[in-house]
């Protein structure tokens, strides 16, 4: 569980340095509160998208994989967040994601990001 909420908090602060450094990456809300509110949950989408859908997506794109030695990784990382904000805006979260170059740009920060913050925070269950 622990593992869980500490990779949740990862992927929140990976989304929030997105949503700074982007501005076609779009978070709002009333509040910083809400604010907080909404990219915790859009980061369980995030998650949820990357434990689901990302694994069959490799497979599927396994060749590309060797093909390319692994450079498609940027565009399934864009993909997945695309496909978050698709989720989102269906669960009326107010995330999007504008274009795909800049999922892919934002792929990559978040990737570099969330890497980042697992060295540092614990994991551990």
């Known amino acids: 569980m622990k593992n869980f909420v500490v990779k949740t908090i990862a992927n929140a602060g990976a989304l929030a340095v997105a949503v700074w450094l982007l501005d076609k990456i779009t978070l709002t809300g009333d509040s910083t509160g809400k604010k907080v ?6 980061a369980l989408v995030f998650g949820l998208v990357n434990f689901l859908v ?6 599927l794109t396994f060749p590309l994989f060797l093909l390319t030695l692994g450079l498609i990784t ?16 269906k669960l009326d979260l107010s995330f999007h994601v504008e274009g795909f170059w800049t999922a892919v740009v934002g792929g990559l920060i978040i990737s570099v990001v969330s890497w980042a913050l697992h060295i540092v925070l614990p994991d551990e269950d």
């Open 74 to 89: 940027l565009v399934v990382n864009a993909l997945m967040l695309l496909l978050t904000s698709w989720v989102c805006g």
């Open 54 to 59: 990302k694994p069959i997506v490799k497979v």
């Open 37 to 42: 509110g909404t990219l915790l949950l859009v």
